[in-house]
């Protein structure tokens, strides 16, 4: 069965930096679009970033770029989302996703996800 779990998540102050795994089950990330997204209460779901491990592509939001790493560990099927130089906008439930397009069709899955609270 498909599984995605995220962990990682947790209170820390402006500044600071955390690193948040998402453990994959049920299929291999490398044939996947893997992705982070995360959520505040009453907003829209938003991109965070996103990698091709088969393909070596990574992407990510303006608001992040320069200050998260995404990663993929191939020998725990994981995916990595580095954060640096956090700050309280950065406070969210971060969610994973596994995406793929087969045979012309959208496959996606979603992880429970992970609360981040950054302090000023």
């Known amino acids: 069965q498909v599984q995605l779990i995220e962990s990682g998540g947790g209170l820390v102050q402006a500044g600071d930096s955390l690193t948040l795994a998402c453990a994959a089950s049920g299929f291999t990330i490398s044939n996947y679009a893997m992705g982070w997204f995360r959520q505040a209460p009453g907003k829209e779901r938003e991109f965070v970033a996103a990698i091709t491990l088969s393909g070596g592509f990574t992407t990510y939001a303006d608001s992040v770029k320069g200050r998260f790493t995404i990663s993929g560990d191939n020998a725990k099927n994981t995916i990595n989302l580095q954060m640096k130089s956090l700050n309280p906008e950065d406070t969210d439930i971060y969610y994973c996703?596994?995406?793929?397009?087969?045979?012309?069709?959208?496959?996606?899955?979603w992880g429970e996800g992970t609360q981040e609270a950054v302090s000023s």
């Open positions: 996703n596994a995406d793929q397009l087969y045979m012309g069709r959208k496959y996606t899955y």
